[in-house]
């Protein structure tokens, strides 16, 4: 129980850390780059040359690596064996999936995981603290997660091609992963968002009514360091069985009455 009731102070206690390492490399490498936790500068939406405009890839792959790779690095400090366990994943999820969608700006992807959160969190403090974290460090993650992620999923089409593009691509996304959908209601959808902002919303909404439509990895560099963890607490375990064995044979050996070991109780509960 004191191990859980120390999670949030502890929690708290990394974000500040983080926070203070952020801020004194900034200043280090000159003013104009200090980080505003609370309002983090905007990134320019995707842009077409002219007489083009930015549409969804066809048969995009929506892909979320969990809540530990929305900072960056950094994030994995908090990670750990509890990566992709946490409580507001899907929210996770979701803001993956929002900075992989053509339109989406990153103010509304963040904007939206900030409203999840509470909505999974309720009371949880616990939660909520560990959310938090997420979203300082997103905060000053600046524009080029969410600039990697909009050249991956936009494509420029002409404007007379434009309705058909995003038809397409809503078509695309509604045969995987809602095989028994209306073909006609999905062309009515596409004409409804007409310009990359409504597209990119409605995309949200899709996500959010089929979470499926997002695949959940965990990296590589997320693996190894959970494998790592899993083979130190291993190696803990191995040693703590050992130095009670050693301990209880030192016991027996040095008693002068020469009892044996037959009242030592069974430790297989350790």
Not at 229 to 235: C, H, T
Request: one cysteine or more.
């Amino acid at each position: 129980m004191r191990s859980s009731k120390m999670t949030a102070p502890l929690l708290s206690l990394l974000a500040s850390v983080v926070a203070c390492l952020v801020f004194v490399a900034a200043v280090a490498a000159g003013a104009d780059d200090v980080p505003d936790f609370d309002n983090p500068k905007p990134c320019p939406n995707f842009r077409c040359p002219s007489g083009h405009s930015p549409v969804q890839k066809s048969r995009s792959k929506f892909v979320s690596t969990g809540c530990s790779k929305m900072g960056g690095g950094m994030m994995m400090m908090g990670g750990g064996m509890n990566a992709g366990k946490e409580k507001y994943a899907s929210c996770c999820d979701r803001w993956h999936a929002c900075y992989q969608t053509c339109g989406a700006s990153k103010t509304a992807c963040d904007a939206g995981f900030n409203s999840c959160v509470p909505q999974v969190c309720m009371g949880d403090e616990e939660c909520k603290k560990a959310a938090d974290l997420n979203t300082m460090l997103l905060n000053m993650g600046g524009c080029g997660l969410y600039d990697q992620s909009q050249y991956a999923a936009c494509e420029c089409a002409k404007k007379d091609k434009v309705g058909e593009k995003r038809a397409i691509a809503l078509r695309s996304f509604y045969k995987k992963f809602v095989p028994n959908h209306e073909k006609g209601k999905v062309d009515a959808l596409a004409k409804k968002a007409d310009s990359a902002g409504k597209m990119a919303a409605l995309f949200r909404k899709l996500h959010v009514k089929y979470p499926k439509s997002i695949e959940v990895k965990v990296d590589d560099e997320m693996a190894r360091m959970q494998a790592m963890m899993r083979n130190a607490q291993e190696e803990e375990k191995n040693k703590k069985g050992d130095d009670e064995d050693g301990g209880g044979d030192t016991r027996v050996e040095d008693a002068d009455d020469g009892e044996d070991d037959g009242d030592v109780e069974d430790m297989d509960e350790f």
